[in-house]
């Protein structure tokens, strides 16, 4: 039996470096901040850490545009910082992954600058550059933060491409040159003892060879306004189908699987290294051991459409993760592992997102619940663990995501709306508001940075409610704690990290069951001796007594949130109260 592998067991954390922990006051999250968390980081007991780009970059993108691949921004520190931060880091046992941006630079980088500088530079081809024809970009795509995806250069006279901001110009993949840099960027940290990379937008790395048009009849104002107004779910799915086919030549192109097969070649001439992908497709796992080791299961919290807004958010419901579960389990190749989320930088907050505006802190339980027993990886993102929520911003000069102030202006001048409607927009859109500062404590700032600083982005109000760490360290019934609590339970119980999933009682609606069973030998199978946990997740505010037909007459409870009269429970009449989460193992 194949031992499983450490990001097979592990569970991740999504640091966001601007607004983990700030170490020296300057209203900037850092590497010092985060060596000074490390401690938090092994009391909470996750395992490994997903660091967002901690490159230097301009931050047109909060930087998903890098400047360069193979340094630290300045305001997160020195390389020597950083070697003491992963240092710090595995001698807690925890593993650190960097997030590698492969389809595109930042337009201050040196190669894009070399590379704009004559159409003779021997970097020229290292971008995507084309001539307009008759004074109008080479086609009509669009890039996915708005505008066309062709941004013209008055200097050499051609456009440059660049599916996201056009400070963010995609690299040109099939210059064998481009790859041998990155991989060298990639080899670099991976010398250095970092254990993976997480891979951004890797969809995106190649576009159609023939620049075919996309041939959708609506302008991108004309969707954009028809999306803000359509009232019904059917109206939405056909926008979204516009959508995606107005991106269709620009995602998703040959090419793309042989880069990452060779990519996990890279990966593979070191020990234990990962590589997780910023997609859904699961063709990305390749033949199940050629390819990306893990892909999100982004289906699993798209409960409403992410792209190109929040189109709207819905709560979890058994039903919806039953069938979440079966269509991707079925869908991976043999050997692949699943990996699941349920907010990351890009979203909305969890609490936020999943809640009902009366119960949120029980559904946000049940949401980590979820994370922490479902078959595969877990990434949970940094703030979820105490509760933060998205927060709105009041003024546009507040916004640092510049697909909000994009879409403010285009509000304004495109669409005629007053500036209160464009800000109330934009500020549903922004992605600023699941990327707030770290909520340390009760104090001035939250704890992050001292009194009197401005931070990079507000600090949530919220902070002082008892949203913060240093309150709910002290509460045995805090979110924090309960977290502590159910990483341990994870970490302890051999079946919730490798057992094989069984769905039970599929019509419920209300709550969602089912079995994890793993062998004894810490490998999984099918049906069998071993540990078997039986999980209830009880998703409404109703009680229940449920009935199993299972091969065992008893459970002993590992975990309940609730209080229970007793450590074993007959199946037959198992009660369970509102939002209980229960996990026994099966006598
Ligand atoms: C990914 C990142 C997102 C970024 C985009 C462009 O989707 O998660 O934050 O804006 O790529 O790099």
Sequence with gaps: MTELKWWQKAVFYQIYPR???????????????????????????????????????????????????????????????????????????????????????????????????????????????????????????????????????????????????????????????????????????????????????????????????????????????????????????????????????????????????????????????????????????????????????????????????????????????????????????????????????????????????????????????LMLTLRGTPFLYNGEEIGMTDLFLEDVSQFRDNRAVWLYRVAVEEFGLTSDKALAIAARFSRDWCRTPMQWSSTPNGGFSPDGVSTWLPVNPNYADGVNVADQRDDPDSLLNFYKRMLRVRKQTPALITGEYTPLLEDQVDYFAFLRTSRADGASLKEGEGQTCLIVLNMSDRAHTLNFDLNAQATKLLFSNCVRDSSSDDLTRLSIAPFEIYIGELA
Excluded at 159 to 184: G, S
Excluded at 268 to 285: C, I, K
């Design 19 to 369: 607004s983990f922990a700030d170490g020296n006051g300057d209203g900037i999250g850092d590497f010092q901040g985060m060596i000074d968390r490390l401690d938090y980081l092994q009391d909470l007991g996750i395992d490994a850490v997903w660091i967002s780009p901690h490159y230097p970059s301009p931050i047109f993108d909060c930087g998903y545009d890098i400047s360069d691949y193979t340094a630290v921004a300045p305001e997160y520190g020195t390389l020597d910082v950083f070697k003491r931060f992963l240092d710090g880091a595995h001698r807690r046992g925890i593993r650190v992954i960097l997030d590698l941006v492969l389809n595109h630079t930042s337009d201050q980088h040196p190669w894009f600058v070399e590379s704009r500088s004559s159409r003779n530079n021997p970097k020229r081809n290292w971008y995507v550059w084309l001539d307009g024809v008759d004074g109008v970009p080479p086609n009509n795509w669009l890039s996915i933060f708005g505008g066309s995806a062709w941004e013209y250069d008055q200097a050499t006279k051609q456009y440059y491409y660049h599916c996201f901001f056009k400070q963010q110009p995609d690299l040109n993949w099939h210059n064998p040159e481009v790859k041998q840099a990155m991989f060298d960027a990639a080899r670099f940290w991976l010398d250095l003892g970092v254990d993976g990379f997480r891979l951004d937008a890797i969809g995106t790395i190649f576009e159609d060879p023939a620049r075919t048009d996309h041939r959708v009849e609506l302008s991108l104002s004309e969707l954009f306004t028809a999306q803000l107004n359509a009232t019904s779910d059917e109206e939405q799915e056909r926008l979204i189908e516009q959508w995606t086919m107005m991106l269709q030549n620009q995602v998703e192109q040959p090419g793309v699987h042989e880069l990452m097969q060779e990519l996990r070649k890279v990966i593979d001439e070191y020990d234990d290294r990962v590589l997780v992908g910023e997609s859904e497709n699961v063709v990305y796992y390749g033949d199940g051991d050629n390819e990306l080791h893990l892909n999100f299961n982004f289906p699993l919290m798209n409960t409403g459409h992410p792209f190109p807004v929040w189109l709207k958010t819905k709560r979890l419901t058994p039903p919806w993760v039953r069938a979440n579960q079966q269509e991707r389990l079925a869908a991976l190749p043999p050997g692949a592992w699943p990996c699941n989320t349920l907010g990351n930088h890009d979203s909305p907050r969890v609490y936020s997102r999943y809640g009902d505006g009366q119960n949120d802190e029980a559904l946000a339980r049940i949401s980590l619940a």
